[in-house]
């Protein structure tokens, strides 16, 4: 069975302060934990697959056949709202990439 490490460092997320006088020894993540962890990412999960979701409706209705009326404020209004979700979406993702990168298989020590 693998072993993984997180070796998240708090610098690299600019969290350092939060976390200080925490220590730098390596812990066993507790299970009990850890599952509760692992809900919450679910919940994360859903509510993606939940904006996954409206994003299609949304995609759908704007692609119709159907008329529809907007004034130009209205209009940037919502182009700046569809920017605002996308880089919010592009940070996640990168957030999300950095830290798969930050658990890794643990090295077993020999001695």
Not at 80 to 96: G, M, R, T, W
Request: hydrophobic share 40%; aromatic share 8%; no cysteine.
């Amino acid at each position: 069975m693998t072993e993984y490490e997180i070796i998240a460092n708090p610098k690299d997320y600019g969290i350092e302060a939060m976390v200080e006088g925490l220590g730098g020894s390596t812990i066993d993540f507790p299970a009990e934990e850890r599952q509760k962890w692992a809900v919450e990412v679910g919940t994360f999960a859903e509510r993606l697959l939940a904006l996954s979701d409206k994003a299609r409706g949304l995609q759908q209705w704007l692609g119709g056949e159907h008329a529809i009326k907007a004034t130009p404020a209205s209009l940037k209004t919502l182009k700046i709202q569809f920017f605002k979700i996308n880089d919010a979406l592009e940070n996640s993702l990168d957030l999300v990439k950095r830290l798969e990168a930050d658990i890794v298989p643990a090295i077993k020590q020999t001695n």
